[in-house]
């Protein structure tokens, strides 16, 4: 017995640094297409007049839904795509800060900490009808 127990001391310790490194890798596992990046300026348009508090918007139909989302300084907005045409999450008509998530296929989602208050207009690069907004408040 006594001279099992380092092995059987070894197997376990071996086992722990497998679970932890399992979860450190999956921890870490980035999200498709999703970036946090930090607003640090304003503009402002909306498509239509829906508005809400909410932190998500899907992109479908070829609108994004809802087209004016109202947040506090240092929310994460997530754009995800539910049209099968690809679409971009782009800011408009502001030259000192700009954003794009790039092409989004279906499914894909963007990610942006707004960090500073202000109204972010944003469109889609693909589709020049398409327009957002974002107002972030303190």
């Known amino acids: ?19 932890i490194a399992i979860v450190m890798i ?7 297409k999703s970036a946090n990046q930090n607003a640090n300026s304003a503009s402002h348009d909306s498509q239509t007049n829906d508005t809400t508090t909410a932190s998500a918007v899907e992109i479908k ?10 947040i506090k300084a240092g929310t ?24 794009t ?3 989004l296929a279906k499914d894909e989602s963007y990610s ?11 469109t889609c690069d693909f589709h020049a009808d398409m327009h957002g907004t974002v107002v972030v408040t303190d």
């Open 1 to 19: 017995m006594k001279q099992r127990l380092p092995m059987i001391i070894g197997l376990i310790a071996l086992v722990a640094i497998v679970v």
């Open 26 to 32: 999956n921890g870490k596992k980035p999200d498709n």
């Open 61 to 70: 139909g070829f609108t994004f839904t809802p087209a004016t989302v109202k």
């Open 76 to 99: 994460k907005v997530t754009w995800t795509n539910k049209d099968s045409a690809a679409h971009t999450v782009t800011l408009a008509g502001n030259p000192n800060l700009a954003f």
């Open 101 to 103: 998530s790039g092409s």
């Open 112 to 122: 942006m900490t707004f960090r500073k208050a202000g109204t972010y207009d944003y």
